[in-house]
């Protein structure tokens, strides 16, 4: 059974930083291609960063230079780093594979919060 656990989100004034965590069991997140995704209330999911392969990395370009993903294989832990936040960056963020569908499994996720 496929779980996927998103924490580190939090309040923080713009310009600050938080570093989101997925911890994954019942999925290799090293074995597939993966995200990270944020949704606002009443709107799609967006994908803002992934991670294919070997390490290719893409990005949203609103938050292009500012949020960097990686991944720890041997924790099966994906992780997003994002700095220089802005009130935009408001939102609750998911991780989850990159083939998922809304009608997929998805976690909790966790909500970031900026303030201006």
Same mark, same amino acid.
């Given at each position: #059974?496929?779980? +996927?656990?998103? =924490?580190? /989100? $939090? +309040?923080?004034?713009?310009?600050?930083?938080l570093?989101?965590?997925?911890a994954?069991?019942?999925?290799?997140?090293?074995?597939n291609?993966? $995200?990270?995704y944020r #949704?606002? @209330?009443?709107?799609q999911?967006?994908?803002?960063?992934s991670?294919? $392969?070997?390490?290719?990395?893409?990005?949203?370009?609103?938050v292009k /230079?500012?949020?960097?993903?990686?991944? !720890?294989n041997a924790?099966?832990?994906?992780?997003?780093q994002m700095?220089? +936040?802005k @009130?935009e !960056?408001?939102?609750?963020?998911y991780?989850? #594979?990159l083939?998922?569908? @809304?009608? !997929?499994?998805?976690? #909790? $996720?966790?909500?970031?919060t900026? =303030?201006?």
């Amino acid at each position: #059974q496929v779980q +996927l656990a998103e =924490s580190g /989100g $939090g +309040l923080v004034q713009a310009g600050g930083s938080l570093r989101l965590s997925c911890a994954a069991s019942g999925t290799s997140l090293s074995r597939n291609d993966v $995200g990270w995704y944020r #949704q606002l @209330p009443g709107k799609q999911r967006q994908l803002v960063a992934s991670l294919r $392969g070997a390490g290719i990395t893409h990005y949203v370009d609103s938050v292009k /230079g500012r949020f960097a993903i990686s991944r !720890d294989n041997a924790k099966n832990t994906l992780y997003l780093q994002m700095n220089s +936040l802005k @009130p935009e !960056d408001t939102a609750v963020y998911y991780c989850n #594979q990159l083939s998922a569908t @809304p009608r !997929d499994y998805w976690g #909790q $996720g966790t909500q970031v919060t900026v =303030s201006s």
